[in-house]
């Protein structure tokens, strides 16, 4: 295998090379388990861990190794192990907010995605705000999205939503397809281009599992039919995957992307939301809050049929959410500073230790 089968490019070949340390060799994260990972090398599959160093220097959860993430590992021959010493930078990520002792900690389920499909299901499933929040998320993460709408079998009139679908997500491409009756699946072929990474979110039992299944010529994953006859199977592993798909594509599959709760910064919101914006530019206030103002372009929008009331809900939900996300992070970036301040004069005196042993004061 070579290291562009994996996604390298020239992004990445540019960050390892600053590192300029003929020691190191690049490697991908596959999965994460609880203290160590598994890598892709261009040789397969490595264990490893983080250096020591990286531990300490390391300033929060989401600057740890994460699902698709490149990093310059050391290898242990003797041991068939290797030691991982620094993280690529990102091109995006996804990540989640978990609490961790206590905090909320921004916590990264996949990272340097290329293209996110967003699967959802023509049955009682199908509900457009998510699909509309999904895109955000997609954005937000530095992936391009794609829509996949899954059992078509089981919709009359698969057309008009796909219609209704694309209107609501102007410029993302739509594809109906049907994962078990293994129709449309070629619709999804010209993303799956090699070294592209791909990953699946959707709400669980949209049939994710289903279409991996389809793209990988293989029943490798366990879908909802056989977990169901299989009650211990399910959510007992924590293992993350790269899934290297006949395409030349890659697959990542990590659980927590199947219901992702937003942590981003508000950029992924103009995409999508951008005709409400626009809309906003033509309020008679500037600050209109679009509830009671007079001269309000929204509300008049709306009373027009030309904006979509529960649209523009979805539009002040995911505002508020990110308000709030905002308000977080900046507690979060507050204790880091105090965290890195500790740091800072602990060495100080530990310096001021040392001389004094020395003799200089
Ligand atoms: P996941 O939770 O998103 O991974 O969903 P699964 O792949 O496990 O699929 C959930 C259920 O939906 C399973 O019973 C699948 O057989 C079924 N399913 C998946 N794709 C289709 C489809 O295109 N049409 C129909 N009718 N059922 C499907
Ligand atoms: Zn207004």
Redesign the pocket.
């Known amino acids: 295998m070579a290291l562009a089968d994996l996604g390298w490019d020239d992004y990445f070949a540019g960050h390892f090379e600053q590192l300029k340390d003929g020691d190191l060799i690049p490697a991908r994260v596959a999965e994460e388990h609880r203290n160590s990972y598994r890598v892709l090398t261009v040789n397969g599959l490595l264990s490893a861990r983080v250096s020591g160093r990286f531990r300490h220097e390391a300033c929060g959860y989401s600057e740890f190794p994460a699902v698709g993430d490149w990093v310059a590992i050391r290898l242990r021959p003797q041991e068939g192990k290797a030691t991982i010493h620094h993280v690529l930078p990102r091109k995006g990520k996804f990540s989640r907010a978990a609490v961790l002792a206590g905090k909320t900690e921004e916590q990264v389920l996949a990272a340097n995605v290329d293209t996110a499909f967003l699967?959802s299901?023509l049955?009682h499933d199908f509900n457009l705000r998510r699909i509309e929040r999904y895109v955000t998320i997609a954005w937000d993460s530095g992936a391009g999205p794609v829509v996949v709408l899954?059992?078509?079998?089981?919709c009359e009139d698969v057309d008009a939503i796909v219609e209704q679908v694309e209107t609501t997500v102007l410029g993302v491409s739509v594809c109906a397809?049907?994962?078990?009756?293994s129709?449309g699946i070629d619709r999804l072929t010209p993303f799956l281009t090699p070294g592209t990474t791909i990953a699946?979110l959707?709400?669980?039992?949209?049939?994710?599992?289903?279409?991996?299944?389809r793209l990988l010529g293989e029943e490798r994953?366990?879908?909802?039919?056989?977990?169901q006859s299989d009650s211990k199977g399910v959510h007992t592993t924590t293992r993350r995957e790269l899934l290297p798909l006949p395409t030349g594509a890659i697959v990542i599959d990590t659980p927590g992307m199947?219901e992702i709760q937003i942590w981003s910064e508000a950029s992924g919101m103009d995409r999508s939301f951008g005709d409400i914006d626009a809309l906003a530019l033509g309020c008679r206030f500037s600050d209109c809050s679009h509830l009671t103002e007079p001269g309000c372009a929204i509300q008049q929008a709306i009373a027009d049929g030309d904006l979509d009331a529960k649209r523009f809900q979805g539009y002040q939900k995911l505002q508020k959410e990110l308000h709030y996300l905002r308000i977080r992070q900046d507690q979060k970036a507050h204790r880091r500073e105090v965290k890195e301040w500790h740091k800072k004069i602990s060495r100080t005196l530990k310096e001021r230790e040392k001389m004094r042993d020395k003799g200089v004061y």
């Open positions: 699967v299901g049955d899954n059992k078509s079998d089981l397809i049907s994962a078990t009756e129709e699946f959707g709400s669980s039992g949209v049939g994710k599992s289903t279409i991996i299944n994953l366990k879908t909802s039919a056989v977990r199947r």
